[in-house]
C-alpha cells in the first residue's frame, strides 16, 4: 500500500519560494510506469496540476506555472520535491502530492492528505 506524506512551510511571504517535500512509502518512486506530481487546490477553487517527475526522472510541468516550478527527486530517501518560486497570495492553496501514470492523459490514484501553504507577509 503506497503512502504520500507532504511537507513543508505552512507560511511563505511574496516573492519568496514555496519548497515542499513528499516522503513516499509502500514503494519506489524508480517504479516502472510511474509519474509522481504536484497538485493544488486554492481556496474556492478547483485542483489545478503543477507538475511531476517520471519514475525515470523526466519532468513534465503546467506551461502556466513552468517558468517558476521545479520537481525533483532523491531516490535514496524515495521522495521527491516542489519549488515555486516568486510567489504571490494567489498561491495559496492546500498542495498535494500524488502518484500516476500517463496515457493519453494524467490517471491519478493514490493521494497524499495535502499541505496547506498561505503566501502572505
Known amino acids: 500500500q503506497v503512502q504520500l506524506q507532504e511537507s513543508g512551510p505552512g507560511l511563505v511571504k511574496p516573492s519568496q519560494t514555496i519548497s515542499l517535500t513528499c516522503a513516499v512509502s509502500g514503494t519506489a518512486i524508480t517504479t516502472n510506469y510511474y509519474y509522481w506530481s504536484w497538485i493544488r487546490q486554492p481556496p474556492g477553487k478547483g485542483l489545478q496540476w503543477i507538475g511531476a517527475i517520471a519514475y525515470i526522472g523526466h519532468t513534465y510541468y503546467n506551461q502556466s506555472l513552468k517558468n517558476r516550478t521545479s520537481v525533483s527527486r532523491d531516490t535514496t530517501k524515495n521522495q521527491f520535491t516542489l519549488q515555486l518560486t516568486s510567489v504571490t497570495p494567489e498561491d495559496t492553496a492546500k498542495y498535494y502530492c500524488?502518484?500516476?501514470?500517463?496515457?493519453?492523459?494524467?490517471?491519478?490514484?493514490?493521494w497524499g492528505q495535502g499541505t496547506q501553504v498561505t503566501v502572505s507577509s
Open positions: 500524488v502518484r500516476g501514470v500517463l496515457g493519453a492523459n494524467w490517471r491519478f490514484g493514490s
